[in-house]
């Protein structure tokens, strides 16, 4: 839309004006249909009675009557209708209310309301309220020659039952038509209305503005002056908010039991998993324990047949030499052999609870770790019980086989954790909510992996959180979701698109294809889209 004054309007164009126009033109269409999604959430919320009013046609008449009243917001909301009665593919040939007027009629028969706008459409392809009538009386053609009774029957009619009505109820196909009352009521909650077309219709008193100033009652036939009679629909009335606060009051509290429900399924389904996750742990203990055994078994087998083929060759070799040089190449070779196994084990001892105490600069824990495997087998296979305390003290853990293998078993994640860490922290513009995200997978060895840190990055870890606990608010350009878990939105994605102070208007992504793209919200009822 353009803001024009002298100055500007001699450098437009018709390119720039055209253009102008036709956003602005769209935009009165789009707030009018908006208007009315918000006429029908006071109406069916009942938001009029925080205000004071007693009813939604009291609040129109007082809040909006220099928009038209009650009166244009029936209009409004009777257009709403033959809309949403319309499929898709016919639902934006009507571009304003305004057209839907004469269409109206033809609600409570969708296949008749589709016909006359596809009519009106295959002429146009943007028909005018002129064309949607011209359509409709294609599909509901007037009688011309309306069946009468006699004269005198006639001269009847005119003096008892010519009363002119008015249809009032916006839920009728006949919504604002007058008629004629030519014959007896076939009850006393019903009335024959003849309108000005010809048609006859079968219409509720309820549904009708200007009978006579009696009702009649339904079960004694009793009439009532004027006066009763608006005593009663007061009385009828208020027994209907009753009614509506009742069922309020009704829905609130099945929504509360439901959500109490659903929460302690919920928890009930937390802790099986829990349980299923702690005995999970177990069995994989078991199983690394009996892989080591298994490991253990293994190589006793491989040094059995080393020695099974030692002995056999030195079978052999007794066969093949006398006795006296056998025992001479016996002798020295059994001394070389105990001098060089000694010496290797005078080379390679350790001390090992010192090195528990200060471990290797290189590689520090995935050489403790595997030492106190290494420990943890010899004391399996051996019975050892100095061994296994050795092997607890390099882990750090309690003297038991099965705590020495679950600690182990969390080390060997640890280089794989510190990598993922440094790894989020080295990216650009890295978040707190990244962070957190690897480093919950690993928070079982956190005290480890947060000795592998630098300063530098433990202190950019404290930034990010200390970033993260300053939360942002929710303005203009704003990824967001709806805040209330319950709510088919807290799953969308949406872009806050105009700030009107106390509340923001939102475009949903998943409406793009609807005819309603936006919504108003306070900043209470969102939050920041997270991605799932």
């Given at each position: 839309?353009?803001?024009?004054?002298?100055?500007?309007?001699?450098?437009?164009?018709?390119?720039?004006?055209?253009?102008?126009?036709?956003?602005?033109?769209?935009?009165?269409?789009?707030?009018?249909?908006?208007?009315?999604?918000?006429?029908?959430?006071?109406?069916?919320?009942?938001?009029?009675?925080?205000?004071?009013?007693?009813?939604?046609?009291?609040?129109?008449?007082?809040?909006?009557?220099?928009?038209?009243?009650?009166?244009?917001?029936?209009?409004?909301?009777?257009?709403?209708?033959?809309?949403?009665?319309?499929?898709?593919?016919?639902?934006?040939?009507?571009?304003?209310?305004?057209?839907?007027?004469?269409?109206?009629?033809?609600?409570?028969?969708?296949?008749?309301?589709?016909?006359?706008?596809?009519?009106?459409?295959?002429?146009?392809?943007?028909?005018?309220?002129?064309?949607?009538?011209?359509?409709?009386?294609?599909?509901?053609?007037?009688?011309?020659?309306?069946?009468?009774?006699?004269?005198?029957?006639?001269?009847?009619?005119?003096?008892?039952?010519?009363?002119?009505?008015?249809?009032?109820?916006?839920?009728?196909?006949?919504?604002?038509?007058?008629?004629?009352i030519e014959a007896d009521?076939?009850?006393?909650?019903?009335?024959?209305?003849?309108?000005?077309?010809?048609?006859?219709?079968?219409?509720?008193?309820?549904?009708?503005?200007?009978?006579?100033?009696?009702?009649?009652?339904?079960s004694s036939g009793r009439?009532?002056?004027?006066?009763?009679?608006?005593?009663?629909?007061?009385?009828?009335?208020?027994?209907?908010?009753?009614?509506?606060?009742?069922?309020?009051?009704?829905?609130?509290?099945?929504?509360?039991?439901?959500?109490?429900?659903a929460e302690a399924q919920?928890?009930?389904?937390?802790?099986?998993?829990?349980?299923?996750?702690?005995?999970?742990?177990?069995?994989?203990?078991?199983?690394?324990?009996?892989?080591?055994?298994?490991?253990?078994?293994?190589?006793?087998?491989?040094?059995?047949?080393?020695?099974?083929?030692?002995?056999?060759?030195?079978?052999?070799?007794?066969?093949?030499?006398?006795?006296?040089?056998?025992?001479?190449?016996?002798?020295?070779?059994?001394?070389?052999?105990?001098?060089?196994?000694?010496?290797?084990?005078?080379?390679?001892?350790?001390?090992?609870?010192?090195?528990?105490?200060?471990?290797?600069?290189?590689?520090?824990?995935?050489?403790?770790?595997?030492?106190?495997?290494?420990?943890?087998?010899?004391?399996?296979?051996?019975?050892?019980?100095?061994?296994?305390?050795?092997?607890?003290?390099?882990?750090?853990?309690?003297?038991?086989?099965?705590?020495?293998?679950?600690?182990?078993?969390?080390?060997?994640?640890?280089?794989?954790?510190?990598?993922?860490?440094?790894?989020?922290?080295?990216?650009?513009?890295?978040?707190?909510?990244?962070?957190?995200?690897?480093?919950?997978?690993?928070?079982?060895?956190?005290?480890?992996?947060?000795?592998?840190?630098?300063?530098?990055?433990?202190?950019?870890?404290?930034?990010?959180?200390?970033?993260?606990?300053?939360?942002?608010?929710?303005?203009?350009?704003?990824?967001?979701?709806?805040?209330?878990?319950?709510?088919?939105?807290?799953?969308?994605?949406?872009?806050?698109?105009?700030?009107?102070?106390?509340?923001?208007?939102?475009?949903?992504?998943?409406?793009?294809?609807?005819?309603?793209?936006?919504?108003?919200?306070?900043?209470?009822?969102?939050?920041?889209?997270?991605?799932?």
């Amino acid at each position: 839309m353009l803001t024009l004054d002298r100055e500007q309007t001699t450098a437009l164009d018709y390119s720039v004006v055209n253009t102008s126009i036709q956003e602005t033109f769209s935009a009165i269409n789009r707030f009018e249909w908006q208007a009315i999604d918000e006429l029908r959430l006071m109406r069916d919320n009942h938001y009029y009675k925080d205000g004071g009013y007693l009813s939604f046609e009291d609040y129109c008449e007082k809040e909006l009557i220099k928009h038209g009243g009650y009166r244009r917001v029936r209009d409004l909301l009777s257009a709403k209708k033959v809309v949403d009665t319309l499929p898709e593919e016919l639902k934006d040939k009507i571009t304003k209310p305004s057209q839907t007027r004469s269409l109206l009629r033809l609600v409570k028969t969708p296949d008749k309301l589709e016909q006359a706008v596809a009519i009106a459409a295959k002429e146009k392809p943007f028909p005018t309220a002129a064309d949607f009538t011209k359509a409709v009386q294609k599909v509901v053609p007037k009688n011309t020659s309306p069946t009468r009774t006699s004269s005198t029957k006639q001269e009847k009619v005119k003096t008892q039952l010519c009363n002119s009505v008015t249809v009032s109820s916006l839920s009728h196909p006949r919504y604002g038509d007058s008629g004629v009352i030519e014959a007896d009521a076939p009850n006393n909650y019903q009335q024959i209305v003849t309108f000005s077309d010809g048609e006859r219709l079968l219409v509720n008193n309820s549904d009708l503005a200007g009978l006579n100033d009696a009702i009649v009652s339904e079960s004694s036939g009793r009439t009532y002056p004027k006066e009763y009679t608006e005593a009663i629909a007061a009385i009828e009335e208020r027994h209907k908010q009753e009614l509506e606060q009742l069922s309020q009051e009704l829905r609130i509290g099945l929504q509360a039991e439901a959500a109490t429900r659903a929460e302690a399924q919920v928890q009930e389904q937390i802790q099986s998993l829990q349980q299923l996750y702690k005995q999970q742990k177990e069995q994989n203990v078991q199983l690394q324990q009996r892989l080591d055994e298994m490991e253990g078994l293994r190589k006793l087998e491989i040094e059995n047949q080393q020695l099974q083929q030692r002995i056999q060759e030195l079978e052999n070799a007794v066969e093949q030499r006398p006795s006296q040089q056998w025992g001479n190449t016996m002798t020295q070779q059994a001394t070389k052999a105990l001098n060089k196994q000694v010496k290797q084990a005078l080379e390679k001892t350790i001390d090992l609870r010192s090195l528990a105490v200060e471990p290797p600069k290189e590689n520090a824990q995935e050489c403790l770790r595997l030492m106190g495997m290494a420990l943890k087998n010899l004391a399996s296979a051996m019975n050892n019980t100095q061994a296994l305390e050795a092997a607890a003290i390099i882990l750090g853990s309690e003297p038991t086989q099965s705590a020495i293998a679950y600690r182990a078993e969390q080390l060997e994640m640890l280089p794989q954790a510190v990598s993922e860490i440094k790894a989020i922290l080295a990216k650009p513009g890295c978040t707190w909510h990244e962070f957190l995200n690897v480093a919950q997978e690993y928070e079982v060895i956190k005290q480890d992996y947060w000795a592998e840190l630098t300063t530098q990055e433990t202190d950019l870890i404290a930034t990010l959180q200390n970033a993260s606990s300053q939360p942002d608010t929710i303005g203009i350009g704003s990824i967001v979701a709806h805040a209330d878990p319950y709510r088919t939105l807290y799953v969308e994605r949406g872009e806050v698109v105009e700030d009107l102070g106390e509340e923001v208007v939102v475009a949903w992504d998943c409406w793009k294809e609807q005819s309603k793209k936006t919504d108003r919200y306070f900043r209470d009822e969102l939050r920041f889209w997270q991605p799932e």
